[in-house]
């Protein structure tokens, strides 16, 4: 089976260096946004496929690393000049055609003095070419268009696509341009599937019956000497052909079908794929046929080498969690010594917060509803701050299941308190602290004595007197738990376990409108108890009626001090409540208001400083887009 083995990095968009060693088969990249998952499939198909070849130099602003780039402009030269260089080693069978043209000893800038098959791509200034280039080059100015790119293979031959060492197809379910994509679906896929002399034949007779077809319209001539005719050499298949399902062009399907279809063409065997990259292959799919292709996926998986892009939990999961590759600040990292049974549970739990656990700097993982609602509000109350702005994530698990999180946790080097019952068992309390002894970032809290058995009843110890006035009772009910008396209070959060703890969680600073808004919009759950009536109001129009009312605080992202209105950056009015408040939006915000808004694609540091600024207001909220600031803010600034 022919695959890609490795990926070697150098000054490529996000990466200063990374090296990437692959599965065979299945890989499953994962990481925050903007951890690189792209540029890493990018970097593959600008060496298979020789992409950028033919793109205006202007393009390598966005290709070179900024690092590097800032490296060149601190010490302008052309020894600094920021370049790109990426190798991609492959496996092939020396037995097939064209095999020895990418085996070689010697490859690359790094000298390796290992045979081995690949390709090189390089993108680097040109002395040559640009001589005189010197002293713009001393000022500063990076002169692109004496830049060239070469594809050579480890045996330092030039690579050219015709000789491509494997059959190779990418499917991008995030692009908006749906010609092109479809364009180069098609044309991969006509390529992969048929030998030449079939494609050939079927050009050349293409081209003869369009010609004999036009001419038997018996168009009027333009004049005695001038007729209209189609040019062959304007002829080519690959551009007019689509792939067809029931009489229908795979383009005007719904955008969950195409990329459903897309995939089962492309993990069909007779296709003879070798490699199939898939960016973000959950886009557009509904959860049962997200099953579907994860199933497709799974059955063929032996059959070719699967590149995965993803931020969805059910596939990184679903697909086993051996085969994840996690894009960390450090490198990519590999889950591939995660226990067998470990992986197991997570294919099966449909539940389960894998990608969660992996992403979080920090975790808390709680053993159901109760701890999951009030645990986030008791770290407020004792820290100031909420658990989203300190970047940790609060995971249910379910009772023991946190055993198989703690194993992802060991493995991933990953920081993770656990708050658990011990169940009345003076054993439990004992392995309890042999496991806290033994680990050093991982730790579990449950009760010191077996009279403090459940989360329930340690809160009820510490917090007797309080609960004992905020939860209802009816006088001579008997609220005994497990047929066991514990008092009519404890008897009551034991038996009524999220309804209590609803009732304790509610915010009493925002309305139920607002609170409502905040957990649909952001997916951070708050609610509200208080009698507030403020209600969540865009500004579409007049902007400068809420900006110049006083009695309206205006939250800004940053910089609240340079204007002439009265202003809190969102990070510093946390602890505040104000009568109303305008929030104003970034840039990156802006479709706050629309329904494809996602709060996974914002990152954490913003999207929790958002949430501290939009439950500020005990009474109306009102949300200003940037766009519709920045028309008039020049206005607003204190000269």
Known sequence: MNYIKSLHIEGFKKFTSLDVEFNEHMNILVGENEAGKSTILDAIKTVLNQQYRNADKSILRDLFNTQKVAAFKAKPSVRTLPRIYIEVELALDPQQKNASYFYGEIYGQRKQQVEKFGIRFECKYDEELGTGMEQSIQEGKIPYEYYTLTWTTFANRPYQMIKRPLNFLAIDTTSSAS?????????????????????????????????????????????????FGVDSKKVVLETVLSIYEDSIALENRGSGMESLIKTQIALDRANGLDVILMEEPENHLSFSTLRKMLQQISDQQENSQIIVATHNNMIASRLNLNNVLWITEDGVKSLKGVKSDVAEFFVRAD????????????????????????LPMFYKQITDHTIEEDCISVISCNGISYKRYLEIAKATDKRIAVVTDNDEKSDRIAEVASFNQANDLQHI??????????????????????????????????????DKDYGAVLGKMLNNKVDVASTLAKSRRCSIDICDYVSQKLGIEIA??????????????????????????????????????PALNWSYSKGDTVDSACVILTDELDNLDGDKFDPDRIRPSTLNKLYVAMTRSRGDLYLMKASIFKAIRDSYITK
């Open 445 to 482: 809290f449950v009760g010191a004595t077996v009279d403090e058995w459940t989360w329930e009843a340690c809160i009820y110890k510490e917090n007797k007197d309080t609960l004992d006035g905020m939860i209802d009772v009816q006088a001579g009910a008997a609220y005994k738990f497990h």
């Open 528 to 565: 509200s108890n208080g009698d507030h009536s403020g209600v969540v109001k865009w500004i579409d129009d007049d902007p400068s009626s809420v900006l110049d009312e006083n009695r309206i605080i205006k939250l800004v992202f940053r910089e609240a001090g340079k204007y002439s209105f």
């Open 179 to 227: 010609a092109p994509s479809f364009n180069y679906f098609n044309r991969t896929l006509f390529t992969s599937r048929y030998d030449e002399a079939t494609k050939a034949k079927a050009k050349n007779e293409f081209r003869d019956k369009l010609i004999e077809a036009f001419d038997n319209l018996g168009l009027p001539a333009l004049s005695e000497n001038q007729k």
């Open 351 to 374: 539940d389960n917060a894998f990608l969660q656990l992996l992403l979080s700097k920090k975790v808390i993982l709680v053993e159901g509803a109760t701890e999951f609602l009030l």
